[in-house]
């Protein structure tokens, strides 16, 4: 099984995940108050006011807080 670090979903095969990770990435905010990272859609839930799902952080505001990590971003590379 391999599991996608940023949305947690599972795939049965490495080509499943690595295709899905295409995907993901674009769609992944990280929060720089707890290092977290997370799918847009749990951030937001009008698509313009957005916040850090955890309970515990107060991360808040796209380009502020949260960044979007993109195909330059920290997750890319090995
Ligand atoms: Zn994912
Ligand atoms: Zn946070």
Redesign the pocket.
């Known amino acids: 099984m391999h599991t996608?670090r940023?949305?947690n979903?599972t795939f049965s095969t490495k080509l499943r995940l690595e295709l899905?990770?295409d995907t993901?990435v674009e769609e992944t905010l990280l929060c720089q108050q707890c290092g977290d990272q997370f799918s847009e859609a749990a951030a937001t839930r009008d698509g313009w006011h957005y916040q850090c799902p955890n309970d515990d952080c107060d991360g808040e505001g796209l380009t502020e807080d949260l960044y979007r990590l993109d195909a330059t971003g920290v997750e890319q590379g090995q």
């Open positions: 996608c940023i949305c979903q899905h990770r993901c």
